[in-house]
């Protein structure tokens, strides 16, 4: 079965994390600086902290904001459920404002339609999560000029979009957001197994999110002024002054990491390549795909085309007959069960509900072949006869 998804570890990446097997620190010893360092030079953000996921860092994010009972975050339903998750971990309500469906992304002007509605009824959100869709950035400047007018903070998740770019810029360097997040799970743009990180420009959010990711404790070396309520005893000293989490990330996932983020341009270049090949051969289906400009600044992270006329589980079924991992991306988050109970139903947000259901997610990752696009083409092909 081809997959739809898929990491590439070589023995370089292989020689990395045994190197720190054989050393004398399993954590908390050089490779996560390394790797913070290294994520800081590729996006030119100021700060980064490695976590242990991107579930981990979305959730320092909005602890490092403030999020807390009483607030309201909004988010796109077009993603992983983790973007959502996050508001509730802090005890804040969450919605959704719908997707553009030229994008796929979070609508700049349903948001600003809401906002204005939401302004009205003095019910703003504290933050919006914006997310880059199969690794193809949101309008940041749109968004950026709503933030300032309507006063919230801005996270990227940006798990599918290490490698993108947004005018010139990484996705990453946070010029248009208050905090970016990545994920490196395997099937994302580069992997450390498991693992996370969460990138600003601001050093109080950074000092926040470093506080909540390490149990909120402090220690006298690397204590935040006033954060210190008491004296110290001496150099053991460690002072809990939040409640805090482990989020560590090691340093034999870190050692994977430093490696693999040295290989993401050409994962992305490859990425992009496929992409625009399936395009080409794909031209003549009834299926709508991202335009060869969005993909040129996407990270490609994951192909998405959209039935036009046809049955989607049955083509995706046909293609799964034919050893063609297929998937789909996503469910929307408004119609999980856990969120049905919160009071969301469907009809709310129904430009997300039609892509869904007309969506398919083929094969793309950098080890693959034109030889492969080739076959899946051949495949979709008779899927749709
Ligand atoms: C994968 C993913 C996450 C969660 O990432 P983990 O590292 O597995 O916690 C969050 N948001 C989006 C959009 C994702 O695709």
């Given at each position: 079965?081809l997959?739809?998804?898929a ?7 292989i020689?990395a994390?045994v190197?720190?097997?054989k050393n ?7 490779q996560v600086?390394?790797?913070?360092n290294a994520?800081?030079n590729y996006?030119?953000?100021e700060?980064?902290?490695a ?12 602890l ?12 796109t339903p ?13 005890g ?13 992304n ?12 939401a302004k009205a009824?003095r019910?703003l959100?504290k933050v919006v999560?914006?997310v880059?869709f ?6 940041m ?10 006063d919230?903070y801005?996270i ?6 290490l490698g993108?770019?947004y005018?010139g ?17 395997p099937?994302?743009p580069?992997?450390t197994?498991e ?8 050093k ?7 506080l909540?990711?390490k149990?909120?404790?402090t ?5 935040i ?5 008491a004296?110290s005893d001496g150099?053991?000293y460690y002072q809990q ?6 989020y ?5 996932h870190?050692a994977l990491?430093v490696?693999q983020?040295t ?9 992009q390549?496929?992409a625009l090949y ?9 299926v709508?795909?991202l ?12 192909y998405v085309?959209?039935?036009q ?11 799964i007959?034919?050893?063609?991992g297929?998937?789909v ?21 129904v430009?997300?509900e039609?892509?869904y259901?007309?969506a ?9 072949t034109?030889?492969?696009?080739d076959?899946?083409v051949e495949a ?6």
């Open positions: 079965m997959p739809y998804g990491h590439s570890i070589e023995q370089d990446d020689d994390v190197d720190v097997l004398q620190f399993l954590t908390q010893g050089k600086p390394a790797f913070e994520l800081c996006t030119s953000a700060y980064a902290l976590v242990n996921s991107a579930t981990s860092a979305l959730h320092v994010a909005c490092s904001l403030g999020v807390t009972k009483g607030d309201i975050v909004w988010t077009n993603t992983f459920v983790a973007s959502a998750n996050c508001a509730l971990y802090c804040a309500d969450i919605d959704f404002v719908d997707i553009d469906p030229d994008t796929r979070l609508s700049p002007s349903l948001l600003e339609a809401k906002l204005e509605k009824n019910s959100p999560i914006v880059h199969a690794g193809l950035s949101c309008e400047d749109e968004f950026r000029r709503l933030s300032t007018e309507y919230f801005i990227e998740d940006a798990s599918h979009a993108a770019s005018k810029s990484r996705v990453g360097c946070c010029s248009n957001s208050d905090i970016t997040i990545f994920s490196f799970h099937v994302k580069i992997t197994a693992g996370g990180a969460l990138l600003t420009n601001n109080d959010i950074f000092d926040k999110a470093l909540h990711a149990h909120g404790v220690r006298a070396s690397e204590l002024e006033d954060e210190f309520q004296e150099n053991w002054v939040e409640l805090g989490f482990n560590r990330l090691s340093d034999i870190a990491g490696s983020l290989k993401v341009n050409a994962f992305t270049e490859q990425r390549q496929l399936y395009n080409e051969q794909l031209a003549a289906l009834p709508k795909v335009s060869k400009q969005q993909i040129k600044t996407s990270a490609c992270h994951i085309v959209e039935l006329q046809h049955d989607r589980l049955a083509v995706y079924n046909k293609m007959e034919q050893e063609i297929c998937n991306h996503y469910i929307p988050v408004h119609l999980q069960p856990f969120y049905q109970k919160l009071g969301f139903k469907k009809g709310d947000f430009n997300a039609t892509y259901q007309n398919l997610t083929l094969p793309l990752f950098p080890a693959m034109f030889q492969d696009v076959t899946v979709l092909k008779g899927a749709l006869l």
